[in-house]
């Protein structure tokens, strides 16, 4: 059983769409986190979700909306989507807030803006 | 800025061969640092940790070396193998966040 899945895996659309990533997380975790991952490989944290209450905010365009309807999925919106968002999104989860606890990966989402 | 820097960026390591790997940082309030391998296609996955209260930490072929008064750590893969080929990040945390490293992209060739 795959422990945090994304859908889609793939996501080709045009600019200014509005689109959904879905994440889901089969661990019991109460805290999960959205991270891009540009063309470069770098990766930075987006969001972070602690028993359904945002724990961190990075700087990133109110465009992005995360919604954790439950502790066990963390979905991410984006409305007017723009070039520049084309990357790999990657959902995590954790045991705990601390980021001492290890952080469970799903394969990523590949987002391409045409 | 990035408080995290990753050194080098691609490596190539003959089968058999010591594979390592560097980083620094800058904020001294870190408080927790792992290494995460990445294969393609795929999410990363921490692979060792360490705190800044121990120099080294040793499992497998895999040891991380921290040197604290440097504010440097480093990932050494020993008898490296073909499928230890990937993207190794390291990354710092303080709180509840991560700060990842720019990746290296380590080839194993036989």
């Known amino acids: 059983d795959t422990a945090v899945s994304q859908t889609p895996k793939y996501l080709v659309t045009q600019m200014g769409n509005d689109k959904s990533i879905k994440c889901e997380q089969n661990l019991g975790h109460d805290t999960m986190y959205w991270y891009k991952q540009d063309s470069k490989k770098f990766l930075k944290i987006m969001f972070s979700y602690n028993n359904k209450e945002l724990i961190i905010n990075e700087t990133v365009p109110n465009r992005f909306s995360p919604k954790s309807p439950d502790k066990a999925h963390l979905n991410l919106h984006i409305n007017s989507l723009e070039l520049g968002d084309s990357a790999v999104y990657f959902c995590?989860?954790?045991?705990?807030?601390?980021?001492?606890?290890?952080?469970?990966f799903g394969d990523g989402t590949r987002l391409s803006i045409l | 800025q990035q408080q995290v820097k990753q050194s080098p960026q691609s490596l190539i390591v003959q089968k058999g061969g010591i594979s390592i790997i560097n980083c620094a940082y800058e904020?001294?309030?870190?408080?927790?640092f792992p290494w995460y391998q990445q294969f393609p296609g795929k999410g990363p996955a921490l692979l060792i940790a360490i705190r800044p209260d121990v120099s080294e930490k040793k499992e497998g072929r895999f040891t991380i070396s921290f040197n604290k008064s440097a504010k440097q750590f480093s990932l050494h893969i020993m008898d490296s193998q073909p499928g230890d080929s990937a993207t190794y990040f390291c990354a710092a945390s303080k709180n509840e966040k991560l700060t990842f490293g720019t990746g290296t992209r380590l080839t194993i060739i036989p």
């Open positions: 904020n001294t309030a870190f408080d927790y």
């Open positions: 995590a989860s954790s045991q705990e807030p601390l980021s001492s606890q290890p952080q469970h």
